[in-house]
Nanobody, 123 residues
């Protein structure tokens, strides 16, 4: 199975940018559809976006479209979430996840999860 570790979170002012990384080990990340989710205090885990195994297809939820970009480097076994024009409502713990389904937008479709990285956007 694959192990995932997120990094790159932190405190940023509204309008700023952050780049989250997800480093995989144990198995090649190229075997998995990779997703990003986030969870704010008191809220359910929310789908942010996903990228196909080859990286040829990406999808982002409406609230982050045009601001967040998902990419992957299978050779380096990493996945990235580039976030720009950040808003206070983007504040959450961000998780990367790996799944064997062709595609997935719900947590149930991802079997492997990182520990999460905190993103805090101040107004």
């Amino acid at each position: 199975q694959v192990q995932l570790v997120e990094s790159g979170g932190g405190l940023v002012q509204a309008g700023g940018s952050l780049r989250l990384s997800c480093a995989a080990s144990g198995r090649s990340v190229s075997m998995y559809t990779m997703g990003w989710f986030r969870q704010a205090p008191g809220k359910e885990r929310e789908f942010v976006g996903a990228i196909s195994r080859s990286g040829g297809n990406t999808y982002s939820t409406d609230s982050v479209k045009g601001r967040f970009t998902i990419s992957r480097d299978n050779a380096k076994n990493t996945v990235h979430l580039q976030m720009s024009s950040l808003k206070p409502e983007d504040t959450a713990v961000y998780y990367c996840a790996a799944g064997t389904a062709i595609w997935g937008a719900t947590p149930l479709e991802y079997a492997f999860w990182g520990q999460g990285t905190q993103v805090t956007v101040s107004s």
